[in-house]
C-alpha cells in the first residue's frame, strides 16, 4: 500500500535559519506529492505541491521537489521565521483519479525570535 | 466567510452518547471527506464521498457513519461514543483535483 514518512520532530530553530524537513513516501505508479501546513487552532491548508517527478513546488519561500529515484519530497525554506512554526504534513496521491491522500505523521517546526 | 466550516467546534460528551458533526461547504465541491487527527499520527481517513449518491469507507470507518444530506453537507455521525475517539476530526472537500480544502476542526473528548 501507499505509506510517507517524514521526520519526527520537534524542530526548534532560530529565526533566519536554515529548514529541511524529510519526507519519503512508497507507493505504485505515479503519485502526487504534497506538503501541506497547520498553524495552531486552525485545519490544513496546502503549502505545494508537485506533482510529477523532477517538478519543483514552491511557495512562501518554502520549496520541495519531487525526486523519483530517491521517493523524496523534502521541504525546505533558506531563511525560517517566527510565523512559520506550525507542524508540516507529508502527503501522497496516487495516480489516476483516486485522489485520496495519505499523510505522514506530521512535524512540529517552532521558530524563535 | 470560511468556506468549510464545522460544527461544533467542540465538544464534551459522554461514553455511549450518539453524536454528530457536520459539516458545510460553499467551494461548490462534489467531494468532501472526513479525517481523524491523533497526535503523532498524522490523519486518517474515516469516510469519504465523491458525490451524492456516493459514499465510500475509508482506513477506520469501524464505529462511524455519514450523511450526505447535499452536495454542501456531509455528517459525521458516531453511534455509540467511546473513549478513545477522542480526536481532532477535519473535514475536507475537493474539486476532483487532487488539492484538499480543510475545515478548522471539531475537537472532540468522548468521557
Known amino acids: 500500500g501507499n505509506s510517507v514518512t517524514q521526520m519526527e520532530g520537534p524542530v526548534t530553530l532560530s529565526e533566519e535559519a536554515f529548514l529541511t524537513i524529510n519526507c519519503t513516501y512508497t507507493a505504485t505508479g505515479y503519485p502526487s506529492l504534497f506538503w501541506y501546513v497547520q498553524y495552531p487552532g486552525e485545519g490544513l491548508q496546502l503549502l505545494l505541491k508537485?506533482?510529477?517527478?523532477?517538478d519543483k513546488g514552491s511557495n512562501k519561500g518554502f520549496e520541495a521537489t519531487y525526486r523519483k529515484e530517491t521517493t523524496s519530497f523534502h521541504l525546505e525554506k533558506g531563511s525560517v521565521q517566527v510565523s512559520d512554526s506550525a507542524v508540516y504534513f507529508c502527503a501522497l496521491a496516487p495516480g489516476g483519479s483516486n485522489y485520496k491522500l495519505t499523510f505522514g505523521k506530521g512535524t512540529l517546526l517552532t521558530v524563535n525570535p | 466567510d470560511a468556506d468549510v466550516t464545522q460544527t461544533p467546534r467542540n465538544r464534551i460528551t459522554k461514553t455511549g452518547k450518539r453524536i454528530m458533526l457536520e459539516c458545510s461547504q460553499t467551494?461548490?465541491?462534489?467531494?468532501m471527506y472526513w479525517y481523524r487527527q491523533d497526535p503523532g499520527l498524522g490523519l486518517q481517513l474515516i469516510y469519504y464521498?465523491?458525490?451524492?449518491?456516493?459514499?465510500n469507507k475509508g482506513e477506520i470507518s469501524d464505529g462511524y457513519s455519514v450523511s450526505r444530506q447535499a452536495q454542501a453537507k456531509f455528517s459525521l455521525s458516531l453511534e455509540s461514543a467511546i473513549p478513545n475517539q477522542t480526536a481532532l476530526y477535519f473535514c475536507a472537500t475537493s474539486d476532483g483535483v487532487e488539492t484538499q480544502y480543510f475545515g478548522p476542526g471539531t475537537r472532540l473528548l468522548v468521557l
Open positions: 467551494k461548490g465541491h462534489d467531494r
Open positions: 464521498s465523491f458525490d451524492v449518491k456516493d459514499i
Open positions: 508537485a506533482t510529477k517527478a523532477d
